[in-house]
């Protein structure tokens, strides 16, 4: 168990670092950062992730699981 919450926890940060990165690549490209500074636009980015992570928490348990199954 210990090493699904290693690997899960590694791809949450890395994939978190992604968008945040991607938000940011976004709002420059969309001239978003006229208004916002693309920092802001990256955090608003992974709160996005978070939820979605958060809403589908269930298929991505099983996810990680069924390789060990």
Not at 32 to 37: D, G, P, S, T, V
């Amino acid at each position: 168990m210990i090493i699904i919450t290693l690997l899960g926890l590694t791809f949450f940060f890395a994939v978190g670092y992604f968008a945040y990165n991607f938000s940011q690549c976004l709002g420059s490209f969309s001239r978003l950062n006229k208004f916002l500074h693309t920092k802001v636009i990256g955090v608003v980015g992974v709160l996005v992730y978070i939820y979605l992570v958060y809403s589908n928490q269930d298929a991505l348990i099983a996810a990680l699981k069924q390789p060990l199954s």
